[in-house]
DNA sequence: GCGCTTTACGCTGCGCGTAAGTATC
DNA sequence: GATACTTACGCGCAGCGTAAAGCGC
């Protein structure tokens, strides 16, 4: 009795009649049979025990009481259909916003042309980007702002308890030189011939010198520059002041005619693993689904990178 | 499919889980079996086309989607819950408003008392009331402004089209003098005998001097004074200027050491009719319908008055 | 194995449409 | 007698509870 249930089809007829003023018309406009529609009256006064109408056979107006609850039914409808809208809109994708963290390498190199085709796919769906480091992007998808991420597996294997990555690509590294460096052309291309030349180390790639240094053992590395920026390699790269080693993923900064990149035969295991780390309870929305998937689609062509 | 039904149970339901998030003990603070409950929740995602809740037999937790919808379905509960607590509030009289339309000579006299009473029973429900000639009153009633109205018949005797009559009473006429007045001791008072004395007449009961003059004709009346208001007519008569002739309805005003009046024996039909009126079509608000029967109940008591 | 959700299943009754009834003009 | 709301009635199915069956720890 405190609190009587109550359906959106009694406050459809509720304003249907109200503005009608007429049963039969009434009726039709909620397709039911006038005397179906006449019973949801009656129990939608019972349930609310209180006479909505005055009735006779020939006319049907509010009573006092229903011209005071039609402003709040029509309200509550209102309200209703945007909240339904509203839902509706962003289970169809018709509105949303994804938030994606991405390594930079990826945010520059591959992710543009994705984003641009779940644009075209999803125009009404907004998209965030947070372009950062492994860790910086898991805390991200951690605590809930970022949907996804897609970053390298790294310190924590598997982040046991909150999150579940899985896994993209396997990064190999290639060679980076000069079209007239000596090891553009080198027949047999192998890690120790890397060794005597100059190197500009990334420091962001940490992963890529441990793994050269432990396969140089004991030879040393002639590392000649350290710098934080995808973009400065290349520079130096092409200025002639050393060689470098970059995932493949990174690339795409270096396709110019002056550069030649080869891939390195490296030991099983030594590449960067790339993964895409969701939180482990807790699905995505339809639009974030919708881009996990279209990445997963993609990635899937691709295996080995 | 555009705007799919929904129950007030499902909102319910989906506020229990969200919060609870547990089906077991969401159903019991709903009143359902566990397994209605979950049945409950489906059909809702079901009209919705959306899951609402990624459940797993360790978790239950609502979606991206069901998050988003959360609050519009709590704000929709707390609106409905407002509007029908206003509504009964209504139904029940604890809020309200009357407005009535009275005669000045009801509205002081007679009805002081049943607003008292009226309020005592429903302090919840706030009174208007315009105390009024006649047309003005059925003015406001025809146009809505008061619910129902306590007037003379007069000039039109049944409203035929918008209005609707009820007679309350007859307000027969009253000889109002001073105690020592030759006629207030007049053993058989008639009509005839009032003709010669000086008379002071109230503009506003000029039904009493058509019917007095009609009375008395050939006979001529002394009229001395004219004035507007009743109060005016008591001190005038208390100072001995004339005597007067009052409906019933109005001695209210005459109750004094120094004042008698005296029933007047007159043709039948000639005295005053106190109907109530109101709209033909529609009822009235339950506040209004209480003071209405109020009226009547009292009015029963009386029916000469 | 235990806790929790889902599936299975029979049953009640709500709510529908058709058809007859009734009141008002 | 025409029009419009109500009542009567049979039927189908939605929705309930009980009981059994998955499913993750």
């Known amino acids: 009795m405190a609190l009587p249930d109550l359906s959106s089809r009694q406050l459809r007829a509720f304003l249907a009649l109200a503005e009608l003023r007429n049963f039969t018309r009434a009726a039709q406009a909620c397709h039911l049979s006038q005397p179906a529609f006449s019973a949801l009256i009656r129990t939608l006064e019972a349930s609310l025990d209180v006479r909505l109408f005055d009735r006779s056979t020939r006319s049907v107006q509010l009573t006092p009481e229903g011209r005071r609850f039609e402003p709040a039914a029509r309200q509550l409808m209102q309200d209703l259909r945007l909240a339904l809208g509203d839902l509706a809109d962003h289970a169809q994708r018709r509105r949303g916003r994804v938030h994606v963290a991405a390594l930079p390498s990826l945010a520059a190199g591959w992710l543009p042309q994705l984003f641009a085709d779940f644009r075209a796919r999803w125009p009404g769906v907004e998209l965030a980007l947070s372009d950062l480091l492994s860790d910086p992007c898991l805390d991200l998808v951690r605590n ?3 949907d996804f991420a897609l970053a390298a597996g790294g310190a ?3 982040d046991a308890g909150e999150l579940r990555a899985r896994l993209l ?52 590395m002639n ?10 390699v290349t520079g130096m790269v092409e200025a002639g002041l050393g060689i470098s ?43 974030a689904q919708a881009l996990h998937d279209l990445v997963i689609e993609r990635f899937a062509g691709r295996p080995g990178a």
């Open 245 to 287: 080693v970059v995932p493949a993923l990174t690339l795409y900064q270096f396709q110019r005619r002056t550069l030649v990149t080869r891939p390195l035969p490296l030991p099983a295991g030594s590449s960067r693993r790339i993964y895409l780390v969701q939180r482990r309870e807790g699905s995505l929305s339809a639009a």
């Open 156 to 158: 924590r294997p598997a």
């Open 169 to 220: 690509v396997t990064d190999r590294f290639h060679l980076v030189c000069r079209a007239d460096h000596p090891l553009a052309q080198a027949p047999r291309l192998t890690l120790r011939k890397l060794a005597p030349w100059p190197f500009i180390h990334m420091r962001r790639h940490s992963s890529v010198r441990q793994t050269l240094e432990a396969a140089l053992h004991p030879l040393a």
């Open 223 to 232: 590392t000649v520059l350290e710098v934080e920026q995808l973009a400065t």
């Open 144 to 146: 809930g702002q970022a």
